[in-house]
C-alpha cells in the first residue's frame, strides 16, 4: 500500500465521517465544527490531486471564512430566539431512501465511464499554470467575480442590518 | 295619362312605404295624431289613383306588365329579384286593397276619435306599413318578395290586432292570430323551396312556362301544393286553422274590416289564384282545397248562429265566405273564387264598418242588447241591410253573382257533396245575417230571450244612439253604393264563367237566401218560432256551436299534451344533462385543483425534495435511453 | 487511486449533503448540507481537471469557491432576517408561501 493509497483512505474516512456527523447531529453548534472538519478533509484531497493552491484556498475560505459566519449567525440567532438551537430530523426514512436512490444512480452512471490515467506532470507547477489562466483568459470572470463579492457583501449588510 | 300599368303600380306601392317610413323615424310627427292620419290617408289616396288609373290603362292584348330589378346573385344569372307584375289579378286587387284601405283609414279618424295623439299616429303608422306590405304581396312576381309581404303582413295584422296592448285579451288575440298563421307559413315556406329545388326558379311567369310543360301528377308536385295550400289555409282560416279570425275581434273594428275583411285574409286565395297553374298539376291537392274550403264554409256559418256579439258573426261569415272561395278555386275554376274576393271584400268591408258605426253609438258588441235602431241610425241601418243583402246572395245586390257562380262552379267541377253544404251554408249565411238586422235594427229587444246576463236593452236606458259622423258615414255610404252598382251592373253585363251551369241553378240559390231570410224573419221579427226551441231542436249540434266544434281545446290539448310536454322534457335534459355535463367538469377541475394545491406546502425542504424526485426520473430515464 | 474513486467519494459526500438538505429542520442546518453537496463538486472538478491533464476544473472550482461564500453570507442574513420578522428558526413552519 503506498503513501497516497493510504492517505486517500485517511481523507475519505475523515471526510465522510464528519459529513454524516454533520447531518445527524442534533446539537447545531456540532454540526458546524464538524463541518469545519469536513472542508478541512477536502482540503487534504485536493493536496492529494496536486492542487495545492485550491487546498489553500479551500482552507483559508471555507474551514476559515464560511464557518466563521456560520457560527456568528448561530450565536445571533440563538439569542434572537433564546433557547439553545436544537436540531430533530424529519422524515428520515424519506431522506435517506432518496438520498440512496441518488448515490446508486450516480454510482451506475460513473461505473459506465472509461477509465483515464493519471497524466505526469513533472515539474509543471499547477498554481503558476492556475494564476497565469486565471488573469489572461479569464480576466473578464475574474473581475466580474469581485463585483459579484462587492454586490454579495452590500446585499447581506443590507439584509442583516440593526432594525430602525 | 297612358302611363305604363307596372310603373303606376309602382307609385301605388311606393306611396304607403314613404309615409311609414317617415312616420317611423319623424317621431314628432307621428306623435302629433290628426297630422299623421291626414299623411297616411293621403298616402292611401295616392294609391287608390294610381292603382285606378293602372286598371285603366291595362290592355286588351298586353294584358301582363313586369318589372324587375335583381336582388339576390348567384354564380349563373339572378337568384332572385324584386319588383311588380301588372296583371289582370293583381291589378283589381291593387283597387281593392287601395280603396277599402282609404275608406277604413278615413274611418278610422271618426271610430278613434278618442284616442291620444300618440297612440293615432302609431294606428295610421301600421296603417300604411300594412298598405305597403299587402300590395307588395299582391304585386310580387315571384315567391320570395310574395313570402316577405306575407310575413309582413302578418307583422301588421299582429300589430294591428294587439293596438289597444294593455288590454290582456287583445294581446292574447294578437299572439294567436301570429302564431295560427305562423303555422301555415312554415308550410308555405317548405312549398316554395320545395319548388325551388325541383324547378330552380322562384318567378312565377318562368313557373309558369314550366308548369305548361309538365304532365299532372309528376312526382313531388303534390307535396308542394299542400305546403303551399297551408300556408294559404293559415291565412284564409280554413279549417282547422281558423280559430284566430274570431279573436281577432279584438283589434278596432276597421282593423277587422281591412285586414279581416278584405284584405290579408284573402291574401290565401290570391296566392292559390296566382299559382293555380301549379295546382291544376295536382288535382288531388285541388279535391282536397275543395272539399276543406266547403266544410269551413259550412261550419262557420253553423257557428255563426250561435254568436251573439256582432263582430264575431261577421267573423265567423268572413270564414265561411273564404271557405266558399276556396272551395271554387278546388274546383279548377278561380276566377269564380276571385270574382267573390272582390265583391265580397267591399261588402263585408261595408258590414264590418257599419257595425263598428253601431258599437261606437251603442258601446257595446253584444246583439241581444241593442234593438230598434233603425229609427235612431237610419243611414247606418241602410248601409248595414244593403250589405246584409248582398251577402246573402240576393238579385241586385254585389254578391249575388259571384255567390252564384261559385256554386256553379263546384257543380261543375262535379264536387255534388261541398255543393250541397256550400248550398246549406248558404241558407245559413242569410239567416244569421238578418237574425242580426232584425235583432240589432227591429223589433224590441225585451221581447226576446232573456239569458242570466241580460241588462237593460241600450236604447230603453236612456242612452240616445245615433248616426255616426260624417267621417264615418262618407265611406259608408261609398261602398255601400258600390255594393248596388257592381251589383246591377253584373245583372247586365258579366264575363261569361268558364262551365255550364244547370238552369235550376240561379232559382235554387235565389231561393236558397229568401229562405234564410224568411226563417229569421219569423223566428227574430214576428216571433212566430221560438228562437230557443228552434234551438234545442238542433239537439248536440247546438252544444257544439256553442263550444266552438271544440277546436279551441283539441288545439290546446295538443299543446299541453305535446309540445308542453316535449319542451319540459328538452328543458329537463338541459338543466340535469347538459349542464350537468358541465358542472361535474367543472367540479371535477376544482376538486383536482383543491387536491393539486397541497403540493404547495409553502416549505423550501419540500420542495427541495420534489426536485430531487424529479433529478431521480431523469437519471432513470437517461440511464435507459443510454 | 484511479479518477473513480475520487468521483465515488464525492458522490458519496453528495448524497450526504442531500439528505441532510431534505431532512434538517432547522434553516442553518439546510444551509450546511448544502456546503456539503457543493464540497462534493469541487471534488469532482478538480479530479477531472487533474486527470485530463487541464487547468479549466481548478480555475472553475476557484469560482465556484468564492461564489460559495457569497451564497453562504447572503444565505445567512436572510436567515437572520427572517428571524427577527417572524420569529422561529425552523423550516417547517415557514410556509407563508402555501398554495
Known sequence: MTLEVFAFWAFAVVLVGSALAVVLSKNLFHSVLWLALALTGTAGVFLLLDAEFLAAVQILLYAGGVVTVVVFAIVVTERLVGTRLSQTNRHVVRGAVFAGIVLTLIITWIRRAPHPVRPDLGDADVTRAIGSTLLTQHVLAFELLAVLLLVAMIGASYYARPEE | MSARPDSL????????????????????????????????????????????????????????????????????????????????????????????????????????????????GRYYMYQSLFAFS??????????????????????????????????ASAARAAVKAFWTTKAGDVGLLIGIVLLWRMTGTFDFAELEVWAGSQQAGIAGISLIAFCLYLGAAGKSAQFPLHIWLPDAMEGPTPVSALIHAATMVTAGVYLLTRTAFLFELAPDVMTLVAWVGAGTAL???????????????????????????????????????????????????????????????????????????????????????????SLAGVPLFAGFLSKEEILGAVLAGGLTVPFVMLAVAAFLTAFYMFRVVFLTFFGTADAGPK?????????????????????????????????????????????????????????????????????????????????????????????????????????????????????????????????????????WTVMGGGRLRRMQTGRVQDYVFGVAVGVVALLIWLGGVK | MGLHAYLFLAAVVFSIGLFGVITRRNTIGILLGVELMLNAVNINLVAFSRFHGQTAGMILTVFAIAITVAEVALGLALVILLFRTRRTAIADQIDWLKG
Open chain 2, 9 to 120: 303600380v309602382l307609385v301605388a306601392l311606393l306611396a304607403p312605404a314613404a309615409v311609414f317610413v317617415l312616420l317611423a323615424v319623424v317621431a314628432p310627427l307621428r306623435r302629433s295624431g290628426r297630422l299623421a292620419a291626414l299623411i297616411s290617408i293621403a298616402g292611401a289616396l295616392t294609391a287608390l289613383g294610381a292603382a285606378i288609373l293602372a286598371w285603366r290603362n291595362l290592355g286588351e292584348d298586353i294584358d301582363v306588365f313586369r318589372h324587375v330589378w335583381a336582388w339576390l346573385p348567384q354564380h349563373e344569372g339572378v337568384l332572385a329579384t324584386v319588383g311588380v307584375l301588372a296583371d289582370t289579378y293583381s291589378v283589381k286587387m291593387l283597387v281593392l286593397v287601395s280603396l277599402v284601405a282609404t275608406l277604413v283609414q278615413v274611418y278610422s279618424l271618426g271610430y278613434l276619435s278618442d284616442e291620444p295623439p300618440a297612440a293615432l
Open chain 2, 299 to 389: 261550419m262557420a256559418a253553423i257557428l255563426a248562429c250561435a254568436q251573439d256579439d256582432i263582430k264575431r258573426v261577421l267573423a265567423y261569415s268572413t270564414v265561411s265566405q273564404l271557405g266558399y272561395k276556396m272551395a271554387a278555386i278546388g274546383a279548377g275554376f278561380a276566377n269564380a273564387g276571385f270574382l267573390h274576393l272582390l265583391t265580397h271584400g267591399v261588402f263585408k268591408a261595408l258590414l264590418f264598418l257599419g257595425a263598428g258605426a253601431v258599437i261606437h253609438a251603442v258601446h257595446t258588441n253584444d246583439i241581444t242588447r241593442m234593438g230598434r235602431l233603425a229609427k235612431s241610425m237610419p243611414q247606418t241601418a241602410v248601409v248595414f241591410i244593403i250589405g246584409t243583402l
Open chain 2, 451 to 587: 239569458g242570466p246576463a241580460y241588462e237593460e236593452p241600450v236604447h230603453a236606458r236612456g242612452h240616445h244612439p245615433h248616426d255616426a259622423p260624417a267621417v264615418m258615414t262618407i265611406p259608408l255610404w261609398i261602398l255601400a253604393l258600390l255594393s248596388m252598382a257592381i251589383g246591377i251592373l253584373f245583372m247586365f253585363h258579366h264575363e261569361e264563367p268558364q262551365f255550364e251551369s244547370p238552369v235550376w241553378l240561379t232559382p235554387a240559390a235565389v231561393g236558397v237566401g229568401l229562405a234564410g231570410i224568411g226563417l229569421a224573419w219569423l223566428t227574430f221579427q214576428r216571433r212566430s218560432i221560438d228562437g230557443d226551441r228552434l234551438a234545442s231542436a238542433m239537439g248536440p249540434l247546438r252544444t257544439a256551436a256553442h263550444a266552438g266544434f271544440w277546436i279551441d281545446d283539441a288545439f290546446l290539448f295538443v299543446y299541453r299534451s305535446v309540445l308542453l310536454v316535449f319542451s319540459r322534457t328538452i328543458g329537463w335534459i338541459d338543466r340535469y344533462v347538459v349542464d350537468g355535463i358541465v358542472n361535474v367538469m367543472s367540479a
Open chain 2, 134 to 167: 299587402m300590395m307588395g304581396l299582391v304585386l310580387a312576381p315571384n315567391f320570395l318578395q310574395l313570402f316577405i309581404c306575407w310575413e309582413l303582413v302578418g307583422l301588421c295584422s299582429y300589430l294591428l290586432i294587439g293596438f289597444w296592448y294593455r288590454k
